[in-house]
Nanobody
Framework: QVQLVESGGGLVQPGGSLRLSCAAS????????MGWYRQAPGKQRELVAS???????NYADSVKGRFTISRDNAKNPVYLQMNSLKPEDTAVYYC??????????????WGQGTQVTVSL
């Protein structure tokens, strides 16, 4: 019923910036929480940042001060502004959302992921 589509990934040099976006579509009644996760080769998927419907945010220690998650409350997109990127940030980034659909069910949805590569 719901689809999440990420965009904005790519190749960037260390110290550069990228802005990821996640567009949600489908039979959405409300979005309770949205977040970004990432997974690097050989590592487990980890939470990068999340934002609640009330606007409360939390970040992984490794990205605090560099990344900012935001949400368009008029619609449903979520953004991840990534500044001062480091090679260690290289990973596939996934959008995640906890959504109540119009049939009143609550589900956890995932996007397909977008590759972020930080390299010279």
């Amino acid at each position: 019923q719901v689809q999440l589509v990420e965009s904005g990934g790519g190749l960037v040099q260390p110290g550069g910036s990228l802005r990821l976006s996640c567009a949600a579509s489908g039979n959405i009644f409300s979005i309770n929480r949205m977040g970004w996760y990432r997974q690097a080769p050989g590592k487990q998927r980890e939470l990068v940042a999340s934002i609640s419907s009330a606007g409360s945010t939390n970040y992984a220690d490794s990205v605090k001060g560099r990344f900012t998650i935001s949400r368009d409350n008029a619609k449903n997109p979520v953004y991840l502004q990534m500044n001062s990127l480091k090679p260690e940030d290289t990973a596939v980034y996934y959008c995640n959302a906890v959504i109540r659909t119009t049939d009143w069910a609550i589900h956890d949805y995932w996007g397909q992921g977008t590759q972020v590569t930080v390299s010279l």
